[in-house]
């Protein structure tokens, strides 16, 4: 039995969806329990509102509250100052449950760069690892699923933090990915393995003498969409860039589309018949709440960070991954992983 | 009467859309003397074939031929090699009479990393700079143009660096873009002063201080098309994964919007009726060729990178600019702008 926390405050919808994408995710699988970090009063009237028939009665008895009037808002700056004025906010208490082993991991919508911080002072990490990366999967119009990391944890990293991610990366791209032998490629300015700051330069390096990861070059950022790399790496300063980027490249394109073909009573009434699911499918192909959340990697729990925005759908889907991970045991495979790599040929960067 | 020198073989589709772009320059403009650096038959050939008619033929009258066998292949990798072996190819030639004084400025459409390594060996620099900045202009949907620069001609700067190249484009956007007061900020993670790597954090501060420069604080990457900005700044490394993405992001979506508008019989004529039109439309919008070439901003001479995979069109665009820059007289402005301000809020930050 998979025991999850989940953080029920967290999130621009939340509680609402969060608690709709839990009772989802107890439904669509098994062997699974959810403890629900929140105020218990208005968790309970909305688990009522929506389990209101016989068959998601079942789905009560997996599901318990931990009841704490404190959350983080979305928009929270000073995360010291909140630990001392809201110690136990539902995101801490979660945490901290995960890292005493009261639960195997952590799902949240709440804000990521406090749930970043948080996991670094309430969570373990593998001896090996000197950073913990965020990393979002991201899915394309070529249907391939992809990691990326470290997509905003550390602005200034070095080579071995690099490498430590490129393994914890490799494990999670075997087990959630289902890919035998993820490839890695390092984000650059260019192919070439003269391209690049002095990270990159001794990146490249670093990564291609050790053996265990599958490492394949450098990745020009025009083919985050296109590239054969399952797993994208970078500091989380250029991978912030690079993401904030395609995302206002896309919806500003997205927009100039959309005017085109609503623009004018016929022109709509064409686009609804002919275009309307084509357009509905290929959103969908890259849209964010279709592959789950963001994990945050190198801790010795599970902790996924579903979307601010998260639909309940999306949450649900962020939960599954959880699941997934845990049953799959990668906590364990990345510890054997660096402990049969004592001597990863990690080279003095210094 | 201004002089431009003109390299005839650099750009993918040299120099036949070199030498068309050229003579539509010539026709278009009085007061502009051009002078071709190239392979005198191929062009002669070329002149002739474009120049059929009595209109045309005055053109004749504006153009010299500067001969030389050798040029830089748009693939060419080690620039040093290619001084020693070619270095009378037509790029640097032209730099070399330009920085003589025997011409007001250049226009290549050659590689560009070749190009800001010619001008940074071949043509002086204020004294103020010590690095010089690769400025594309771009447009978008809401038909503004901007400058961005560092665009890759430094991977690694210094605030100060960042505070010279805001001067330089300073003048360059009033004086191109027709601006009274260019807004400029800092390409960076997040809004707030306080985010960014050290980089950023001083350039901010160095930035505020400078009392002659319009600062307006930091820019998020996903604002690239839409922001109040003229002029964005950054360093080359970062600029140049933020263009990449963009281009990534632009080719996939409009790829998958092409599928949808195509597939099939009905649907190819349906859109060919209602929407052809206002595609291209949208296209020019952002299409880099109707803007003009990137700057290379620092020296003491207009040198124009035109598009690598320029067309007649987007050549001619290279060339009214850099005629618009040198009859604006923007070296001498941007000079005395760095004189009167010789005692620039320039911090040491070492």
């Not at 969806?17 to 995710?25: D, L, R, Y």
């Amino acid at each position: 039995m998979t025991r999850l926390a989940i953080d029920a405050m967290g999130g621009d919808f939340a509680p609402n969806e969060i608690i709709k994408g839990t009772i989802m995710a107890l439904s669509k699988t098994s062997n699974l329990e959810v403890i629900l970090y929140g105020n218990r009063n208005i968790i309970d009237v909305l688990l009522k509102e929506n389990i209101n028939n016989n068959f998601f009665k079942n789905i009560t008895k997996k599901i318990k509250i931990i009841h704490t009037d404190n959350f983080l808002s979305m928009d929270v700056q000073n995360l010291r100052e909140q630990l001392r004025i809201k110690s136990d906010a539902s995101m801490f208490l979660a945490l901290k449950d995960a890292n005493d082993n009261k639960v195997d991991g952590v799902i949240s919508a709440g804000p990521s760069q406090a749930l970043v911080l948080a996991c670094h002072l309430f969570i373990k990490k593998f001896d090996f690892m000197k950073r913990i990366a965020f990393s979002p999967i991201y899915n394309s119009f070529d249907n391939k699923t992809r990691i990326l990391l470290d997509a905003g944890a550390n602005i200034d990293l070095k080579p071995e933090n690099l490498l430590s991610f490129a393994i914890c990366a490799t494990v999670i791209a075997k087990e959630l990915l289902d890919i035998k032998n993820p490839e890695i490629k390092l984000l650059n300015i260019g192919s070439e393995s003269s391209k690049g700051r002095s990270l990159e330069l001794e990146t490249y390096k670093l990564l291609s003498q050790e053996k265990k990861i599958n490492f394949c070059g450098n990745e020009e950022p025009q083919n985050l969409l296109t590239t054969t790399a399952d797993i994208l790496l970078s500091d989380g300063f250029t991978a912030n860039i690079a993401l904030k980027t395609y995302k206002g490249a896309i919806n500003n394109l997205s927009k100039a589309f959309k005017k085109i073909l609503t623009d004018g009573f016929w022109v709509k009434i064409i686009s609804k018949l002919f275009f309307h699911k084509r357009i509905q499918n290929m959103k969908k192909k890259i849209d964010p709440n279709e592959v789950g959340g963001a994990m945050i990697l190198g801790l010795k729990k599970i902790v996924i960070k579903a979307h601010g925005s998260s639909s309940a759908y999306a949450f649900c889907k962020a939960i599954l991954q959880g699941k997934k991970l845990i049953e799959a045991d990668v906590i364990y495979k990345t510890s054997k992983y660096f402990n049969d790599n004592n001597k990863l040929n990690v080279i003095d960067t210094n």
